[in-house]
């Protein structure tokens, strides 16, 4: 039995029929199903080390939607696509045809008939991009019952308002391998925290989806941000009952120091206020240019307050032996570099920069695994057929 | 022998020989020749649903040229490309480095060396998009009889000034499922009607097509509109011309109430009087902006005179039965919905959502059937070879 | 042996065993590095002729930077990238979150997870396209070094400042094509001239690229431009440079008579000074429109004195024997056609038009080319599998 071999039984033991087409937030799958996640995306990235096609669609659609800029996540997305074997067709809002009022409902339909899945981006409006995959999901759920569509696409949450679990998910598998197992994690402790940077409006998704999912893995995860700068409540309740269910723990601190304090792990990364992210969001809506340039001058200046939270080597030397591992979703705001005073001091950075980049490398697989599992009930049985078949990806 | 396989054989019985390489205007067409249509997209769209692979090319582009956005024709032809087994390249005018004064004939060369079809929207200038396709498609038999390229591709027309064949194939194909075969169409009465719209200068390319097309089959074919809302004088003839033929008719009335009076099938949809789309090529090529704003005005103020041109239940209730079918090639003007007042109340369109998404799922198949048609001698053949081979579509 | 084995066969024998990933500057390659790239062109659209599939890659994604406008080389490379079996995935930088400062190494690594080929368009600033192709390369073997990527993809010129390595070539194969093979174009004169054009600011990659290559034949090629209108000096030292090894010769004037005087092919185009590049240069980074517009001015004054630079039927009666080749990377500017004077009188281009479109016509295969060799030490093995294996790339 080959190594993929070995990882396809371990899949099988994995209880995915529950799985549901959508990815969504990852606190709506069951521990199973992330496993199964992170099993899957490591099977794909296998086979394709190995030149073994991962081709199990011979046509098809995969749509993409992204209301905000991206280069890494549309990257990913595209990549996965073509790693199935399915070809991105892009939503663009701007050249469509998509008349005032017309219904998400049939906008959803309408892109669908040949589609297999859907990749949303929607983080700009606070409470709103969430609940608009939600209405993509039940129009496709309302399409395909009554026969328009022939099958029912996934939705993936390319980052939404609330969660990006194609980043925290890609995050974790970066730990399962940098520390050899999930089990080596438990016991282990991520630091969360804010850090400075001469931007604001920066979405609140990745703390909210490494919270959310880093709790899940008996993991000490500490929250650290200034007075202020709050998630959305709902999320932390979230992460406390996942810590109490797995024999972690959950804390939140307002001292950057305190938070690196013997810490295995930090994730030191900007964000808006939960609070600012909402007046923002109304004055988005309304237009409102000057209520929007008051905002963004209110909130730099506050933010500036705060320019000690950057992850310095002072700081690095706190960590469990002085080292931790560092993390980040990439760009990351590097003082000297990318602005004067940023998210990290460029040496910090320096040292893990390939750490960083291999990070960011595991999301394709795993939005790969996320098409994969919404799409087959019996995951294991696909993956081994191909496995078997052995059909080289490059014909040398 | 499969339920596919008889219509293959169907297939085989009807002349496709002359077919010719392009789709612009359906009454180019002979009658074996829409048919054959009707009948590939049928069966590739069961093929599709067996999971038997569509994908008769191994590599190869689809070429699209959008003068005007879109959405449902444009993922319809990505659909149709995708299912083939060609890749969309979009020529965007935009980021092209088309000189002043460039030729067509250059730029259809220049995009079609490894192209085997060539979909085009243009329908904003009178006058203007028929005559660039036929001018593309000279151009493309120039580039092969010169062999400068080695296959000749097709061109699809996705709606022109006069045409939209894609839109009123799938119609058709829609009215061929609803009622059972074509032949159950005829003797049936499709009032073809103007309506109401808070919006101004919508292609006349959706009547003019039904009425080109709808006549061929028996139908009694009413067209309605208020006076002044002419559609292309040459398109009315071709529609008497047919329904003398075909042993329908074709009436024209400056009465909804008239047009719906037990009418088997109603199409309500809103569009600009022949003579303002004239006017307003006239302006969108001078880059009269002041011009257009005025005729914008004069249109919208005209529009409102008509507001009572509104598919409602009470108009519904005129038709046979009270029960025709109501369709739209979407998105439709729904009073409160889309707009204050539409073209259809919202009642009318909520008790027909489901089958107007139905007409446009027809699209991707019929535009993949005008592809293979415009590309091979022998589409039976080529079917056949496929569904004998079954090659899956998706490896399950 | 069919004529693709014996193709296939010829290349054997040419050393690629260095060719290496990338593919900058045709003066970077060795004679068999450039024969072989040639020859794998021929081979591939013999193939493609032949109804032979050409796909290697069963997925993989082929990365598009263009930051200047194309549409010949954009669908010149997404045909190359489609026939081998890659999709193209656009890096637009207008709708990515490149973030302010963010490094040249980042960008390169994030987009290149599951990317086979990185194609770049960067021909604005003088100085800087070829250097920032060099950045990507050493990103990307860095990446690869580090295990970032699991593969090395090639970084292909698609037009920087100093080469157009994929016009060039492309138009050396159509020269190989047009007289029979390269030996023959030994001792033929080729006239690489400044033409007059009503625009200003056109890349020197063309008439730099072909200099730089066309000496490598034992041509005599003969660069004219009025004074003033320089290419980079050190390009003018390669072509010295490579005239005296081959045997060819290499000569500067100042006479568009004395260059066409009995030449065997004319290549008259426009381009902009080396020092008004370099003055623009700066001004674009300066963001100086005013200054930009006052050297425009400048600069289409002076190329005013120089209309007689045209290429008209006296000017091709001093050829040899008044029948030289004409050749142009399109689009041309065409006297009375795409302006009032320009490049190339309408009835020259017309009587050549087949031939310059035919040229063009070489460019899919050219960069399907460098994609091949730069990804494969052994390009004869892989392409003999492929013509053995005789998959069709059209079912029919």
């Not at 309408?110 to 608009?132: K, N």
């Not at 001469?198 to 200034?226: C, W």
Request: proline residues 4%.
């Amino acid at each position: 039995m080959t190594a993929i071999e070995k990882l396809v039984k371990e899949l099988e033991c994995l209880k995915t029929t529950k799985y549901g087409y959508d990815f969504l937030l990852t606190w709506m799958k069951s521990d199973d199903e992330i496993l199964s996640t992170l099993k899957v995306a490591d099977i794909l990235r296998k086979m394709r080390e190995e030149n073994v096609s991962c081709r199990i669609f011979d046509s098809g659609l995969a749509v993409s939607l992204f209301r905000d800029n991206s280069t890494r996540t549309r990257f990913s997305f595209a990549s996965a696509a073509n790693l199935l074997g399915l070809t991105v067709q892009d939503l663009d809002e701007g050249k469509s045809q998509i008349a005032h009022g017309e219904t998400v409902r049939e906008t959803a339909n309408m892109i669908s008939f040949l589609a297999e899945v859907i990749g949303i981006r929607d983080d700009m409006f606070l409470g709103a991009g969430h609940t608009y995959m939600k209405e993509v999901a039940d129009s496709l759920d309302f399409g395909y019952e009554e026969k328009v569509l022939p099958r029912r696409p996934s939705v993936i949450n390319l980052q939404c308002d609330v969660d990006h679990p194609t980043q925290s998910m890609a995050d974790l598998l970066h730990l399962q391998h940098h520390f050899g197992s999930l089990e080596a994690l438990r016991g282990k402790t991520v630091a969360m925290t804010w850090a400075y940077s001469p931007s604001y409006g920066k979405p609140l998704s990745v703390p909210q989806g490494i919270i959310g999912l880093m709790t899940r893995f008996g993991m000490n995860v500490r929250l650290a941000h200034p007075e202020g700068y709050n998630l959305i409540p709902d999320v932390l309740g979230v992460a406390k009952k996942n810590a109490a269910k797995s024999g972690g723990s959950f804390e939140l601190t307002h001292s950057m120091n305190d938070a690196f304090s013997a810490a295995d792990i930090v994730y030191p990364k900007s964000w808006a206020p939960y609070a600012v992210m909402g007046r923002r969001t109304e004055l988005l809506r309304a237009k409102d240019h000057e209520g929007l340039k008051a905002l963004e001058r209110e909130c730099l200046a506050n933010n500036a307050k705060f320019k000690d939270w950057e992850c310095t080597e002072a700081k690095m030397k706190l960590t469990k032996k002085g080292k931790a591992l560092y993390m980040h979703c990439l760009p990351a705001d590097i003082s000297d570099v990318s602005c004067k005073e940023g998210e990290v001091s460029a040496n910090v950075f320096e040292k893990y920069r390939i750490d960083t980049y291999k990070e960011a490398g595991f999301k394709p697989y795993i939005i790969a695994a996320m098409m994969l599992l919404g799409q087959f009930n019996e995951p294991s049985e696909v993956l081994m057929n191909l496995v078997k078949k052995a059909s080289p990806r490059v014909r040398q």
